[in-house]
């Protein structure tokens, strides 16, 4: 495809290049959650939460097709578990890799599959959902949220990070 002015939409960045450049914005890392229909809590590691209003407050996650996104969809629920530093473990073990000794488990608070000692718990109820590629956009309508104090945990150049950075200015609001 061409526009007037030449652009060329038929240029893509190649898969490795477009991968660094996304690493280069630093996300939180969070765990979605939910409950399967044999009643189990289960969960992927996911830093693709975005927040989409505050007033009503709507938030959105892009899931692969997967047994969560099977869940998230079957049970028409979802929550977003925010990590802090502490939960280093459980953003390994939820992204499908292997942690040394138990590996930690989300819990069934009242049918939202929710991480223990999260910073930040946002249950969702889907609002819409839009299938892109092999991702699927979950649109979600907070049904509740609460939040603690804590390190957050952060992914930046493919590393996880501890720590909220060296403040250089306040938006007070
Ligand atoms: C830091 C990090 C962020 C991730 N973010 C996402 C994401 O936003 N969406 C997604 O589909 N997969 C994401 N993944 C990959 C999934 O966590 C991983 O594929 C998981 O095993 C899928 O679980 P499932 O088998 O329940 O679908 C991420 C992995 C890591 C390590």
Redesign the pocket.
């Given at each position: 495809m061409q526009f007037s002015d030449n652009r060329d939409l038929t240029h893509r960045p190649d898969a490795t290049g477009f991968r660094k450049a996304a690493a280069r914005f630093t996300t939180g890392?969070t765990v979605v959650g939910a409950i399967n229909e044999d009643g189990r809590p289960?969960?992927?590691?996911?830093?693709?939460?975005v927040t989409v209003s505050l007033t009503p407050p709507i938030v959105l996650?892009?899931?692969?097709?997967?047994?969560?996104?099977s869940a998230v969809e079957a049970s028409g629920r979802y929550c977003v578990s925010v990590l802090g530093a502490a939960s280093l473990d459980a953003?390994w073990h939820?992204?499908?890799k292997q942690v040394a000794g138990n590996p930690p488990a989300l819990h069934n608070e009242s049918d939202f599959a929710v991480l223990p000692g999260a910073l930040a718990v946002f249950a969702c109820d889907v609002l819409r959902s839009v299938e892109v590629a092999d991702?699927r956009l979950l649109i979600g309508q907070v049904r509740w949220c609460r939040h603690e104090e804590g390190e957050p945990l952060a992914?930046f150049g493919s590393e996880?990070c501890s720590g909220p950075g060296t403040p250089i200015r306040n938006l007070a609001y």
């Open positions: 890392v289960i969960g992927m590691t996911a830093n693709s939460f996650i892009s899931l692969k097709h997967g047994r969560t996104l953003s939820f992204s499908g991702h992914f996880f």
